[in-house]
């Protein structure tokens, strides 16, 4: 193990850590440089199941061992950076899930095509901007039988800190990739029906039997509060709705995508 006792916050190392935005990780500009940020040893093994490249670690002192020695041990000769609990808090600011986060290499994203090759069931997220529900909704599309999900891009970053974590590490196992602004026409060219998931009157209802005998289905969820734009609604195969009661208008994204993704899952 290359362990390394941190004695000088300043170090420019151990700035992925401390000091970089997630969009100076993302590194727009050159994305094969780009980075992100693992946390806890679930979601970094995932990480590394799915082929992603460790750059260095760091780690509560209290968790060099057991569960987190078995992913320093994957992880090779890399820097393992390690402090005290109250060190590290003050270090990045917030207490890390079970003492350990991984810095990382961004994968090469495939193609939509690639995707949607053997996909029965996809998820198609418009303008999702806040981490937190997106990795909610990856959790879900992974439990729930979807094939992939593919994004727009305003859509949030699933390898965004938060998203990996709430995701469970389910970012690394459900593909995604983004979309362009003619995705529906694309998606259609391939074979897929879709359906808006929107609170109209004028819609199939989430568990309709027909629904579920569509062979190729594509899931589409929109933005916090606004929902899908109305251009969407109207250029989708279906609008559905998931009927609500006692005065609710509406669910959070995160949670219409749990019940969508169940009635609506492959037969």
């Known amino acids: 193990m290359n362990l390394i006792e941190l004695t000088d916050f300043s170090a420019p190392e151990l700035d992925v850590y401390a000091r970089l935005t997630e969009a100076q990780l993302l590194n727009r500009h050159n994305l094969k440089e780009g980075l992100f940020i693992a946390e806890s040893p679930k979601v970094i093994d995932r990480a590394l199941d799915a082929g992603c490249v460790p750059v260095s670690i760091l780690v509560e002192t209290a968790h060099l061992r057991g569960e987190s020695q078995a992913v320093i041990d ?16 003050q270090l990045t600011g917030y207490q890390l899930t079970r003492g350990m986060l991984c810095a990382m290499r961004r994968p090469a994203l495939p ?68 979309l362009d602004e003619n995705w529906i026409e694309t998606l259609k060219g391939m074979g897929y029906k879709t359906c808006a998931m ?64 169940w009635e609506l899952r492959p037969r």
């Open 74 to 89: 994957r992880c090779g000769d890399i820097p393992v950076y390690t402090a005290r609990f109250d060190v590290l808090t």
């Open 111 to 178: 193609t939509v095509e690639e995707i949607c090759r053997t996909a029965r069931r996809i998820a198609v997220l418009e303008d999702v901007m806040n981490p937190t529900n997106l990795g909610a909704i990856f959790r879900s599309a992974a439990a729930l039988g979807m094939d992939a999900v593919l994004l727009t891009p305003a859509c949030s970053n699933p390898l965004y800190r938060r998203s990996c974590r709430v995701s469970m590490g389910t970012v690394f196992q459900v593909p995604w990739t983004y």
């Open 198 to 261: 929107a609170l109209k009157d004028d819609s199939y209802s989430v568990d309709d039997p027909a629904l579920r005998e569509v062979e190729k289905l594509a899931i589409v969820l929109g933005t916090e509060g606004d929902g899908l734009a109305a251009k969407t609604i109207a250029n989708c195969d279906y609008t559905v709705k998931i009927p609500m009661y006692h005065g609710v208008d509406s669910l959070n994204v995160a949670a219409a995508s749990a019940v969508a993704f």
